[in-house]
């Protein structure tokens, strides 16, 4: 969206806070209302590096925080570069300090802005950059060893004796029987987060620190403003709801565009022992086994069916060969055998087992 900024009113609405921040680095208040106005006309130069209406105030911020390390470079005596001897941080005296600082932690008091401000201008320049670097605006040792071009050393070592020396001077120039104590600050030192204690406290007091102008801003006249593309909530949201609309379709495009080729895959998959040609023998094997239990039960049956025959022919045959007393005995005989033949042809119980698939025993 393409929108002309309104810096006249862009620098009314957050010069004071600004000139808060720039007053922190620089104690001379004419210098750093000058730092942020001349943050304001480099920032209207850069003015196509801005994406987001929202984001302007850190934008400027950090404008103004350059510009502010830029003038200490230029007007301090202090060096940031070189690191004496006496400099380089003992990791054995920091431990000794940190524990003594945790027992007599001066932050304990409760100090107000101006006290604090006071015992930060009262840090030589390169000491006070880290300070507020550090504790304030919440940058890393590596990320400070970046901006002020110092090893990340000598960024320990400024910030050590820093702290060392705003505790000495709130404790001298402050601290009395009637200064009043922060209770939850004693309970943080007790519970052993006393060192916690340097970035809440000076955080939360510097949040809300502005100082007024007093001059007004004056847009040069060789500087042109130029309209800025901006992204705005609705097109940020129109940009979020396109780019879910086209994971949509590329989701579901997918789904049908693979699942086709799946089915192939599994239809190619199928065991060889499921194919039809293959499951043929079976079945002719099945019907064998019926068929052999057929014939099996038919042979039974014709076994049965001849004994009886061959009684009877021996019976005729030994009727005609004796005498007609013995024919009697012997019908009687064979009328015993036939009702003996016809009550055990009742009492005949066949077993049959199969104990393989081709052979059948016969238990009679």
Request: net charge positive; aromatic share 8%.
């Amino acid at each position: 969206m393409q929108t002309k900024l309104n810096w006249q009113k862009i620098y009314l609405d957050h010069s004071p806070k600004l000139l808060g921040i720039c007053r922190r680095y620089i104690a001379d208040l004419p210098t750093a209302e000058d730092i942020v106005q001349d943050s304001f006309i480099i920032a209207m130069q850069k003015n196509h590096q801005l994406k987001d209406e929202e984001a302007i105030f850190g934008w400027l911020k950090k404008i103004v925080v350059n510009n502010a390390l830029q003038v200490i470079r230029k007007t301090s005596k202090d060096t940031f570069i070189t690191t004496e001897t006496s400099e380089i941080p003992d990791i054995y005296t920091e431990m000794n300090t940190a524990a003594f600082d945790e027992k007599k932690n001066i932050l304990a008091y409760d100090f107000t802005q101006e006290e604090l401000l006071k015992s930060i201008d009262n840090l030589p320049s390169h000491h006070k950059s880290v300070f507020n670097l550090y504790y304030i605006e919440n940058y890393t040792h590596a990320e400070i060893s970046g901006i002020l071009e110092i090893p990340v050393n000598t960024s320990k070592s400024h910030l050590m004796r820093a702290k060392k020396s705003v505790q000495n001077y709130l404790l001298t120039h402050f601290v009395n029987k009637e200064t009043p104590k922060n209770k939850t600050a004693q309970l943080l030192i007790f519970l052993g987060f006393g060192s916690l204690l340097w970035a809440h406290t000076f955080q939360s007091k510097f949040s809300d620190f502005t100082i007024s102008t007093s001059k007004n801003f004056e847009i040069p006249s060789e500087i042109h403003v130029n309209t800025v593309s901006l992204s705005s909530n609705d097109n940020f949201w129109k940009q979020k709801a396109i780019i879910g609309c086209a994971f949509f379709i590329i989701t579901i495009g997918s789904i049908f565009f693979f699942s086709p080729t799946k089915n192939l895959v599994s239809t190619n998959n199928i065991p060889e022992n499921l194919n039809t040609e293959e499951n043929i023998p079976d079945a002719n094997q099945n019907k064998s086994n019926i068929d052999d239990k057929i014939t099996a039960k038919e042979t039974l049956q014709n076994i049965q069916t001849t004994d009886q025959s061959n009684n009877k022919k021996s019976i005729n045959l030994n009727t005609k060969n004796q005498s007609p007393q013995t024919k009697n005995l012997v019908s009687s005989k064979n009328i015993n055998k036939k009702d003996s033949a016809e009550t055990s042809t009742h009492k005949v119980i066949v077993v049959k087992k199969i104990i393989q698939r081709d052979t059948i025993y016969i238990e009679r």
